[in-house]
């Protein structure tokens, strides 16, 4: 009866594995973290959920309020027994108190799986006509634990953990045969050694990569549910998590057809790790970061603050002297404060703002563009590791790369002009001053909230096929060695 | 069965191989004898496509090695000075592992009537290699090769540290092995074994073959003073 080498080695590696102490409490050590850190991404995940759901409720109960103020004013005729500035039938009173609106950048599921920049950047803005404001939530911060690690999360243990078990899984293939001199044996089976060393590789890979997602799974769908499973994005990550371990799979293929001692190959290997997952990645950041330095954040607030003296320096003077002295006004002489009054500080403001946010603009755009300007460098060169590119992916795939936060916060800004658009010709309107109605309340503008689904399946396909090449170009050599140096 | 055409191997300057020529019959064993050097394991391994002739030809049932390695890799087995199998796997397991490689799949009592053959304990068999005895390990090296059906049976030193009960067992295993038509080249420095178990014994010395022996036509004493002779040529 003749037996398929599949079967023959496939019973081999699976005794061996088993039997190999170091190899198994290495990896249950690593499938601990591995949960770990799935809980970390999901409990960050939930932790904004929550959050939005309060900005939610919070929404619905300040328009009701609104809507609820206004009504009771026009049914007594339009008298407000209240402080002026409080007042919700002015515009600018609105605009400044319960008119505005929150813009959410709504999480992706994956988002458990990698979280990137979504814990240093905003995920919701509460918008004003003279600013976006990034809140922190109370609840963000009672769970300092989270905001201590939040860099730990499945991302990191696959990107930078995983590879070095499975240099651990892989570095001794040949020598190890070498070395306790069963390779002898080997050589006078009638199977090529570069054959048994790709089936056993092979063999490794299927069951190191098949005891990963046995893990990721069923403790992601306890922890957030389903859902994932549906979403294309959820087969891209596992495509893309696949081939990263076939990259470093074929790697140390690739070290073990030099023939080396086990030592060699080990140190090979880390060497190789560091390199491509934290020397190349470190370098190119530290050269971008030459190449296009991003100003600092003082500078775009020391811009806007510049923009607002000259504009009370120049432009402004003549338009505060103009609201100041107006007869409709009266700021400077009234005592108490009239509803000419809120209309005046109403026109200043909006058309002080026209200016600071042009200024600000200049400043904003310069901040932006080199961030992008590095993230487009970045894309061209993240070929050169595989960590990046997976990094990289992976952030995207999740929702929570630098350039969809970057895309949210311009929306944002774009739903702060719509916002003003909005609220300033009703500002300006000059016939009664309390302008504002039930009617505008409902019109508010609220924001859209988009997916951010920056790369297109064509894209990522390319990306993952360039990948697929260069684990077989590896491959290929190796096997090429191995059939060299056996023969 | 085994055939050197000419066998010639150079290790840069060093002439491990000079001009050998062989010809073992199924069935036969062959034992070469000589001082470290002599180019006994050189041979062995040009046989098993381990080493690459630098001239001549190795043939294995008419097929050159060099040529057709794959092919004379399945017909032939191997046991070193010492059999090395993986530790943590039992001798069962080893020999499924092995005689799998050369496309064999084996039942348990088939694998096992491979182990009582080569003479190892039942008990034995599913205990980790890495508590067996290299007489125990021997044995394994045996029934691997049992299992491959192997035609021809390369021996490096196989009884070198074996207690003499053990090399005696040995020799009784290689003897049926013969018997079932399977020819065996054997390389040792046990003068009494090669008498004992060989049908012709060469003496080498400084890559040539100077001596050719029946045993049957020697006794122990000839045997000894031949290679003391044929050794101390150049001393």
Redesign the interface.
Known sequence: ???S?F??LF??EL??LY??RVLITLFSILLVLLVGALWMGSSRLHQQQRTLGQIRAHRVAAQDSLKARIRRIEAHGMYYPGFIWDDPTYAYNTARNEGPQYAVKQPFVLQALATGQSAMQPFYYKVYITRKQALVHESEIDNSFLQFVDTFDFSFVVVYLLPLLIIVFTYNLLSSEKE???W?????????IAR?LLGRLGIRYGLFTAAVWAVVVPVLTLLIGPSFLATTNWWWLVAFVAGYFAFWFALAFLVNSFSLSSNLNAMSLIFLWLLLGLLLPNLLQIGLNRVYPIPSRIALTKAEREATNRYFEKDGQLLTKEVFNSPRTLIRQASIVTPGMVYGYGIIVSKSQIIKDQATRVAENNLYGQVEKQQVAIGQLQWLSPALLLQEVLATLAGTHWHQFNRFSRDVDVFREHTQQFFYPKMALESTYRTFTVKDADAIPQFQSRAYATYSGQYLGRVLLLHVVGVLVLMVLGYRRLLHAS? | MLQAEQLTKRFGAHLALDHLDLDIRSGEVYCLLGSNGAGKSTTINIF???L?ATSGRALIDGLEVSVNN??T??M???I?E????????TGL?NL???????????SRAELRSFTQTAGLQDAALDQRVGGYSKGMRQKV?IA?ALAKQAKALFLDEPTSGLDPHASNEFAQVITRLSSQGVSTLMATHDLLMAKNLGHRIGIMHQGRLQQELHSEAVSYAELTDCYLTTVNQSV
Do not use: D
């Open positions: 009866m003749q037996a080498l079967r023959v019973r081999h005794i061996s039997r190999n306790q001199g069963t002898v044996l080997l050589k006078t089976s009638n199977q090529s048994l023969r | 098993l496509g381990f690459p794959h092919a890799r399945n032939v087995a191997y070193p010492v059999v090395n199998l993986y530790p943590t796997l397991e499924a592992f092995f005689s799998g490689l050369s496309g064999y799949a084996y090296g691997i």
